[in-house]
């Protein structure tokens, strides 16, 4: 194993060490492994919270600023965060107007975070409200699921949800919003190489030389299929089609994201995008906003997802509204 | 070799295809592999001009926009684009004030671009400044180049350079702050594995497990010394010691970028970021802004580089300048 740590058990640690230093308007709770805005939630608006096991940054601690999230807690690599620590960032986050937990579907993150929301409701009152995201139409189960997995529509999710927070709605609006944007939402993943997670020193599973794996999940969880390598005009039909067959894009703007899974470069991932592209238009999908690169990632895995959202006009202002985070920055 | 392509031989073209319609704001001139802004240079600004073989990503194309660059040109992976190219570019790009060519210290890319400037010269007249940058502190002649290579300052001459000229100095007085910006940084970098180019279909070069090359080149090229894995700690010395032996950046404010060389995933970044800034902290330098993320890569090859600038007032305000590019984004 190859990688640039300190040691095994201290990745975590370090990594948000160095969040603190490169981003002054951002703070770090160390013990609690939250990042949150150092100015603090702005009064009297809904707090968007998120997080997870870590690994795929910069999904959540870099969605943290203004128009996105104001805190996001960390699990280890792979992890799930421990209730106590998810029931400290509502605490810290919220301002009086309640919080949102945007969570993705693995057993461990919803069970954990359902506790923290009961534990701030029942310690200080806090308002909860709750989005469980589940776009991936890989597989209906998994081995870290019931139900589809939760993947890239989260990124949407925390951009246009986090724009409505701004913009001072409350907290059921919020989430309605957030749910909605998850309902229009589909994402598929392939790896070409599986990520090796630190703490196991070896990869998390066999791909050999000349094969794939279509439908991947940012864990290494199975997908559908091993397949022989494909070109990459291919790669994107296997992505494309699945997602397609399952919602209807057409009729209306579609934002897309062609993401990297972590070990694929800028190169690639702008290839991928084009034949992507190039499917869309043919069924004639209006793609109305764009992200390439890597946004939700599984620490080296070589590979990518597409995540396509049949976005309403209310969402593509909410999407053009301005964001400053370190991870997504635009308008201010 | 495993890669999202769809031949090794259309790589360039296939992926300037998806840059092209992930970016409206830009485009692309697909026969001569430039990318330009959609609005054209403002007329009777210094137009910026970068380039170079392409697998650098986003380092040129994503550093065109408001703020930075008016034109990209790609040659094939890791080879230098032809003079008829960036001739071309550089006449596509003018706006009546002169064109800046920021070209990275190679033996190719200087001839070419030199060649470009002498025939944009005689040909249509266009006044042409260059500076070449020369900022890696690893090595003082390379199987590349005669003389330091030009690596990580290139981001940050295209960033304060491109705020002077938008801020509508004139050739003379843009092109003297792009050779400051390269005379007070400089860079190091190391690698834990090889890229893989494409056309060649293997590693560049052998880097057995448990072994790591300090002072590697973003082409692979070798370094100072293969020496055995390290924690990050001792990594970020290796860095961070021959940069500081090469400069003073005490006394003033330093900007550093702690750059991904593509295949390393963002929480070993962060990691490492955290470690330069203990180190630079010890030794009194302020640093005053901070990148990290991927910005000057070599395809998939895993490690990173660090670049410090010894800032003055002006390059910091010049810094700060709104910039709207893919690979930068703020205030705008």
Not at 65 to 84: C, K, N, Q, R, W
Not at 181 to 193: H, P
């Amino acid at each position: 194993m190859k990688k640039l740590i300190n040691s095994p058990d201290a990745v975590l640690a370090d990594s948000l060490v160095g969040v603190a230093a490169a981003h002054p308007e951002l703070r770090v709770d160390h013990d609690n492994r939250i990042i949150y805005r150092a100015e603090g939630t702005r009064q009297g608006k809904v707090a968007l919270i998120s997080g997870g096991g870590s690994g795929h940054e910069p999904l959540h601690g870099g969605f943290v600023g203004l128009g996105m999230l104001d805190a996001a807690i960390s699990g280890e690599v792979f992890t799930s965060p421990t209730p106590d620590q998810i029931q400290e960032a509502t605490k810290t986050a919220d301002a009086g107007a309640g919080v949102l937990h945007i969570v993705k579907n693995y057993t461990g993150d919803v069970m954990n975070f359902d506790m923290a929301a009961e534990l701030a409701g029942a310690d200080t009152g806090v308002a909860v409200e709750t989005v469980v995201t589940n776009d991936d139409v890989a597989v209906t189960d998994s081995t870290w699921t019931a139900g589809r997995r939760g993947v890239g529509v989260t990124v949407l999710v925390e951009k246009i949800a986090g724009a409505a927070a701004e913009a001072g709605r409350d907290l059921a609006s919020v989430a309605a919003v957030a749910r909605e944007v998850n309902e229009r939402g589909r994402s598929m993943g392939m790896a070409l190489t599986s990520c090796t997670v630190p703490a196991a020193g070896k990869p998390t599973f066999d791909l050999p030389e000349g094969e794939m794996e279509i439908g991947v999940g940012i864990h290494g969880e199975p997908g559908r299929r091993r397949v022989p390598l494909a070109p990459a005009s291919e790669i994107a039909a296997m992505l494309v089609e699945p997602i397609l067959a399952d919602y209807d894009f057409t009729g209306g703007p579609t934002i897309a994201l062609l993401n990297g899974m972590g070990g694929s470069p800028l190169i690639e991932l702008y290839l991928m995008y084009g034949e992507v592209a190039k499917l869309l238009e043919a069924e004639g999908i209006t793609v109305a906003r764009s992200l390439v690169g890597n946004y939700i990632t599984s620490l080296d895995m070589a590979g990518c997802s597409l995540t396509l959202l049949a976005a309403t006009d209310e969402m593509l202002e909410l999407w053009d509204a301005p964001v400053s985070t370190p991870g997504l920055r635009w308008g201010v």
